[in-house]
């Protein structure tokens, strides 16, 4: 053969077009069948109606007169270049003995798709060979669920834009949690942002430190202003918003039973009743930063690139780089991020140096370890950065054998507690809360406690004071799981 005939054939073979075989031209059918047509691909449809038949030659569709469940169909069908076979009869038994018939004959890279009514017809298409069975009920309802998603979206989002034009020239704080972590500050940077493009003033408020190396790197790197809540009086502001919180008074420096006007978090609330004017808490989320995404989404805010890079960096941070109760929802909400956000700092923030007291803690977390089962406590004794805490229980998550790792330590009045679990069996943030009361909590996974020193606090020796800490803080967390100590 000559090059030229070569290169003919070749351009035959590369212009050929795939074509698709429906079997059955019921609504579903034949609505599919138009929608290939659109995209420009070829269809071959198959009826045992006449009517029907004539009628789709008429609209200028291939159209076969069969019967689905007949086994000499398939002889009568011209198979060449066909990618996909669809049954979409709304008789099962007519789809299993066409998937049958078919399945014998046709060359295993073509992909069977089929119509089920029900689960129980659909496994049994899946057992016959099917490649993929749907359920239009299922089909439906997923749609109208993603539907009805983007309608509470906006719902949500035209109620939020409307409480915020209701204070407009007034000052509102944004409060977010005592020694806010990236979630918390991005979050907090996202209200401020959709304030500001409503006529609002607002300002960013913490208690506490910022004291973990990433979330200083975090906040240096992208010049982000924040204030401190002992330099601002909340009285000098006409409204509130909580942010990665819920209460006022828990893990925050708002005055309990304080009124609130917005509430926006991703942490379960527990028991405890939440009281504002507006309440957006979404547990099933990894992070609060999703939320807001969504928020700025929906109300068609530019997003510049501090911000972007900020709430993809919390999204990352809070759920482990998605690896910790992750939802689709914060898939989506990177993937949108991502090409908006500076790739630059965010590689700076993920290799920040380490503090020499985190390395002291650590140290201190291994040679102090209790191991009990799969559970392992650490008293790392005093400390001065409560942040260095979460960073050694997600070390020591990382031995062999070990599921759930508690680290507790002691400040000059408070005894802080930090935990992380990787067995589904335990909710971390239900046993704090059960251990060490309502200043405690969390996620399934990831949770703390602080707990005022109170009586110890009178203990003058040291070593007596964190002894009498330890058993104490040991004791009520083994109760709460349910384990027994050994008393060692």
């Given at each position: ?15 050929v077009k795939p074509r698709y075989l429906i079997l ?57 270049n066909v990618v996909a076979i669809l049954f979409l ?400």
């Amino acid at each position: 053969m000559s090059n030229s005939s070569k290169d003919a054939d070749s351009n035959l073979k590369s212009t050929v077009k795939p074509r698709y075989l429906i079997l059955g031209s019921g609504s579903i059918g034949f609505a599919l069948a138009k929608e290939l047509r659109e995209s420009n691909k070829l269809v071959i449809i198959v009826d045992k109606d006449e009517a029907k038949i004539e009628t789709l030659r008429e609209e200028g569709f291939e159209a076969i007169l069969g019967d689905i469940s007949d086994p000499e169909l398939v002889n009568n069908i011209d198979l060449k270049n066909v990618v996909a076979i669809l049954f979409l009869s709304s008789n099962n038994e007519a789809n299993r003995k066409g998937i049958e018939n078919f399945k014998k004959v046709v060359n295993p890279d073509i992909q069977i798709f089929s119509r089920a009514s029900d689960i129980i017809n659909k496994e049994k298409m899946e057992d016959l060979g099917s490649d993929y069975v749907f359920m239009p009920s299922k089909l439906v309802a997923s749609s109208l669920s993603r539907s009805l998603e983007r309608a509470e979206s906006v719902h949500r989002g035209n109620r939020l834009a409307r409480w915020l034009k209701g204070i407009r020239d007034k000052k509102l704080a944004i409060v977010i949690h005592d020694n806010p972590d990236p979630d918390a500050i991005s979050s907090g940077l996202a209200l401020k942002e959709i304030a500001k493009s409503l006529g609002v003033e607002a300002s960013i408020l913490y208690h506490g430190r910022i004291g973990h190396q990433e979330n200083k790197a975090f906040v240096n790197l992208l010049g982000i202003d924040l204030g401190k809540m002992e330099e601002h009086d909340l009285k000098d502001f006409d409204e509130i918003a909580l942010i990665d919180c819920s209460i006022p008074g828990v893990n925050n420096m708002v005055p309990p039973n304080s009124y609130v006007g917005i509430v926006i978090d991703h942490h379960p609330p527990g028991e405890t009743e939440i009281k504002a004017e507006y309440i957006d808490i979404r547990p099933n989320f990894g992070a609060t930063a999703t939320i807001m995404t969504k928020y700025l989404q929906q109300l068609n805010i530019n997003i510049s690139k501090t911000l972007a890079t900020a709430l993809l960096y919390g999204i990352r941070t809070d759920t482990q780089d998605f690896k910790r109760k992750t939802d689709p929802a914060d898939l989506s909400a990177a993937s949108y991020l991502y090409p908006l956000s500076n790739h630059g700092i965010l590689d700076q923030l993920e290799q920040p140096s380490m503090a020499i007291e985190t390395l002291e803690v650590l140290g201190e977390a291994i040679r102090n370890r209790q191991v009990l089962g799969s559970y392992l406590l650490s008293n790392v004794g005093n400390i001065r950065d409560r942040d260095t805490l979460p960073q050694a229980a997600d070390y020591l998550l990382s031995l062999e054998g070990i599921s759930t790792t508690v680290v507790f330590g002691v400040s000059e009045d408070r005894i802080y507690i930090s935990g992380r679990s990787t067995d589904i069996r335990v909710n971390l943030g239900e046993i704090m809360r059960q251990a060490f009361g309502e200043d405690a909590g969390g996620h399934a996974n990831a949770a703390g406690a602080q707990i005022p020193l109170g009586v110890f606090s009178a203990t003058k020796d040291r070593q007596t004071l964190l002894r009498l800490v330890n058993e104490a803080v040991v004791k009520r967390f083994l109760s709460a799981v349910g384990v027994e100590s050994t008393g060692e």
